[in-house]
Nanobody, 121 residues
């Protein structure tokens, strides 16, 4: 059983910052890519950023220069530092991980339950 648990969401004023965390726990073998997605009301879920086990990163154009994704492999945790937040960043943010269960070589994708980020004055 694998779980991803996000934390760090909340209400912030435009121009402010938030740091999201997502910890993977359970019977984990190895974690390949971890990432963050978001879904605003009435919109499709979209990729915000992703990071490989070798710490190569990729970002959506909307996140470049403002958001930074990082991970702590020892803690099976991925972070999303969000700066210069805008009202259009308001969404539910979901953590995603592609990993193997302990003893298996099959990679599966897991999702967290989501954390609300609201940017408003």
């Amino acid at each position: 059983q694998v779980q991803l648990v996000e934390s760090g969401g909340g209400l912030v004023q435009p121009g402010g910052s938030l740091r999201l965390s997502c910890a993977a726990s359970g019977s984990i073998g190895s974690i390949a890519t971890m990432g963050w997605y978001r879904q605003a009301p009435g919109k499709q879920r979209e990729l915000v950023g992703a990071i490989t086990s070798g710490v190569n990163t990729a970002y959506a154009d909307s996140a470049k220069g403002r958001f930074t994704i990082s991970r702590d492999n020892a803690k099976n945790t991925v972070y999303l530092q969000m700066n210069s937040l805008k009202p259009e960043d308001t969404a539910v943010y979901y953590c995603n991980a592609r990993l193997t269960s302990y003893g298996s070589t099959w990679y599966n994708t897991y999702w967290g339950q989501g954390t609300q980020v609201t940017v408003s004055s």
